[in-house]
């Protein structure tokens, strides 16, 4: 079984660190346990929606609240957590109630039959897999050019074309077997910009194993 834990705060430490749901600052993450597998969500809104009024934490939070229900739902399969990440986009994308905002978004799903990691990352957040403390598998980055990560998006009509906008697709997949005792970090590039791998193990160490 999977042990899981969350933390976070956003860069205004005046606001309260948590808002409603596992929403952190413009971030969101999910923790969703379903019969067949466990599966983990972090996004992160980009905060540039803040210019045109947009709360950017909008858009990543509704993103991993949809996906997190789709997998409690049992709407997935799980060799393919693209596929709960296009759901989960689809859906935002048909909301009567218009979502403005945009968001990396990464989706890792441990399959509990076979003890495979099935991942989708689209962006700059990711993951690592720690095993023995050493890092053996990591995401991959993507970025258009330099602080500007792919990203899902849902534009105002006058601005469709113009705003950046990734297919789920689009995302880095992998797949890989783990093992007991293995450590999944999943982060936002809140973490990963700013501790590099040795400050993060050494965190990492603290964790006991019953």
């Given amino acids: 079984s999977l042990v899981t834990a969350s ?21 969101a993450c999910f923790v969703a346990r379903h019969r067949s597998a466990d599966v983990l969500g972090v996004a992160d809104g980009v905060g540039g929606w803040r210019d045109y009024g947009v709360d950017p934490s909008q858009f990543s939070g509704t993103l991993m609240r949809t996906c997190e229900r789709l997998v409690k739902e049992g709407r ?68 258009h050019y330099f602080n500007t990560p792919f990203q899902l998006s849902i534009a105002p009509p006058e601005a469709e074309g113009v705003v950046l906008s990734d297919s789920p697709d689009a995302a880095d997949s992998t797949s890989f ?34």
């Fill in 177 to 210: 077997d783990v093992q007991l005792g293995d450590i999944i970090l999943t982060a936002t590039d809140g973490l990963f910009d700013n501790m590099p791998d040795y400050m993060i193990l050494q965190e990492l160490k603290k964790l006991k194993v019953s």
């Fill in 76 to 143: 997935f399969v799980p060799s393919n957590p693209v596929g709960i990440l296009t759901a989960g986009y689809c859906e935002l994308l048909q909301n009567k109630v218009p979502l403005l905002g945009s968001s990396t978004a990464c989706i890792v799903v441990l399959d509990r039959t076979s003890h495979r990691l099935h991942t989708a990352n689209l962006g700059d957040s990711g993951f690592l897999v720690v095993r023995g403390g050493e890092v053996v598998h990591r995401s991959d980055e993507q970025q």
């Fill in 7 to 27: 933390c976070g705060f956003g860069k205004d430490f005046r606001k309260g660190i948590l808002k409603k749901g596992m929403c952190y600052g413009d971030d």
